[in-house]
């Protein structure tokens, strides 16, 4: 008998546990998505564009979700660290990421992951891009891109060149100007953008190719100059910079984007709730506004939301992914 009770009891403690931890990881019957803050993730140092970008629309966010938008950096292994953090939350929707062409992109293709950049995050939206630009130490004797190219053929060492981390943006498109030009550069890796804009102007670099909009206030007040932009037409805020094409290195663009995801499995109220709070932030014309100072360029309504950020972010893996592996890029 007391040990029938004992075992009564025993059971009913197990039940009572159990059904603690699934209250525990349960939302409330009827609780509104968002009810606290949202985190959202960033894996670049401050003062980047991801950053900047992060921190506008995290501001803007928190008017249509009725709750704050909290920005944490986690930097590091090209914004991988920081997609982890995101991939292996709770699927509730209160931890968003914000990445980018080398976060999304590249990097999946070069980093050992333990996870897929694909299959393990629920996309939100498209957000806002920009090109890329070949930029440079405003003591460089050269002041456009053919004499820029003829310059370093002329030196006896390779000129330095910054990138952020293995296998970014930078990284890529130095290799490419690389290839294009049989040109040879020392690559320095730095963080994030902002360290190696700081070095940029300082001297202790060359040339970086960072993304446009990231150096645009440095280029006007004459800190570094830019040779050339990796787009197909002309940068509406530099319109003097002309195109990599322009200046005979043909098929060179990169479209530097920016997008929102959150965790696998989060229901689909939440998702939407945080789709409809990017819509209406890119929506506000002060939004639009600070986006445009910037030199970013808002994706049409028809590319944002989570399928049509599903099939651009499969066509720019199947665009890259090829180009990266056939360069057989490694962590270093």
């Not at 979700?65 to 991988?80: F, H, I, K, M, N």
């Not at 000129?159 to 990284?171: E, K, L, R």
């Not at 960072?210 to 206030?217: F, I, P």
Request: glycine share 10%.
């Amino acid at each position: 008998m007391a040990a029938d009770l004992m075992r009564r009891n025993g059971m009913a403690g197990f039940a009572i546990a159990l059904s603690a931890l699934i209250a525990a990881a349960t939302p409330a019957a009827g609780e509104v998505f968002p009810s606290r803050p949202v985190t959202m993730m960033v894996g670049f140092p401050p003062g980047g564009p991801t950053d900047t970008l992060a921190r506008i629309m995290a501001d803007a966010m928190q008017g249509p979700l009725g709750q704050p938008v909290v920005v944490e950096t986690l930097s590091g292994a090209s914004g991988t660290i920081a997609t982890g953090r995101v991939v292996h939350a709770r699927p509730d929707g209160y931890t968003i990421g914000i990445g980018q062409w080398s976060s999304h992109v590249a990097s999946p293709a070069i980093y050992p992951l333990d996870y897929d950049i694909v299959r393990d995050l629920q996309p939100v939206s498209l957000l806002a891009a920009s090109p890329l630009w070949m930029i440079g130490k405003e003591t460089l004797p050269p002041n456009t891109m053919p004499e820029l190219i003829a310059w370093m053929k002329a030196q006896p060492e390779p000129t330095s060149f910054g990138t952020v981390g293995t296998g970014s943006a930078a990284h890529l498109c130095g290799l490419y100007f690389a290839q294009k030009t049989g040109l040879h550069l020392q690559y320095v890796p730095y963080r994030g953008a902002g360290p190696a804009m700081q070095d940029l102007i300082g001297g202790q670099i060359d040339l970086s190719c960072l993304e446009a909009s990231s150096g645009l206030a440095y280029v006007q007040a004459a800190k570094f100059k830019a040779f050339a932009v990796f787009s197909e037409q002309r940068w509406p805020k530099s319109p003097e910079t002309p195109t990599m094409i322009e200046s005979g290195i043909s098929g060179a663009t990169i479209n530097f984007w920016h997008a929102l995801w959150t965790t696998k499995g989060t229901p689909r109220e939440a998702v939407d709730r945080l789709d409809a709070a990017v819509m209406s932030a890119l929506a506000n014309p002060a939004v639009q506004q600070r986006l445009e100072t910037i030199g970013q360029v808002i994706f049409p309504r028809e590319q944002q939301g989570p399928a049509a950020l599903t099939a651009y972010h499969k066509a720019e893996i199947n665009k890259w992914w090829p180009i990266i592996k056939a360069a057989g890029i490694k962590v270093e």
